[in-house]
C-alpha cells in the first residue's frame, strides 16, 4: 500500500506522474515522480477538461510550484461514516495536468498492447 499523493488515501496501486518540482529542480532537473491514484487520475483528467481557476490557493499541490495559474481538482476521500466520503479540493498546476495526461495516454497504450 501507498499514499496518493493528491488525496492521501493508502492504495495498492498508484499511477505514476512525471512532474517538475520546483522544491527538487537541482536533484531531480528533468523532472521527479508523484504517485496518485486512480480516482485522482480521472478527476484530474475531468478538471482539465473543464478547467476552474482558483484564487487563493497557495501553491500547487502536486508539484509544488508558486505563482502560476492553478487550477481546482476535486478529489473523494473515504470516511468512516455516512455518506462515506468527502469531498476535497485541491489545486493543481497547468504542468501537472499535462502530467497526468501524458500518464493516461500511457496507461491507454498499454491496454492496447495487453488487447493485442
Ligand atoms: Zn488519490
Ligand atoms: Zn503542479
Aim: hydrophobic content about 35%.
Amino acid at each position: 500500500m501507498a499514499d496518493c499523493d493528491l488525496c492521501g488515501v493508502a492504495r495498492p496501486t498508484l499511477c505514476p506522474v512525471k512532474v517538475n518540482a520546483p522544491g527538487v529542480k537541482t536533484a531531480y532537473p528533468t523532472g521527479t515522480w508523484r504517485g496518485i491514484c486512480q480516482e485522482c487520475l480521472s478527476s484530474c483528467h475531468e478538471a482539465n477538461l473543464n478547467r476552474v481557476q482558483v484564487n487563493g490557493a497557495e501553491k500547487c499541490d502536486l508539484c509544488g510550484i508558486r505563482n502560476v495559474p492553478l487550477f481546482q481538482v476535486t478529489v473523494h476521500v473515504p470516511i468512516f461514516q455516512q455518506p462515506y466520503r468527502r469531498e476535497l479540493n485541491k489545486a493543481i498546476c497547468g504542468d501537472c495536468f499535462e502530467a497526468c495526461e501524458e500518464t493516461l495516454r500511457r496507461r491507454e497504450a498499454e491496454k492496447e498492447v495487453a488487447h493485442h
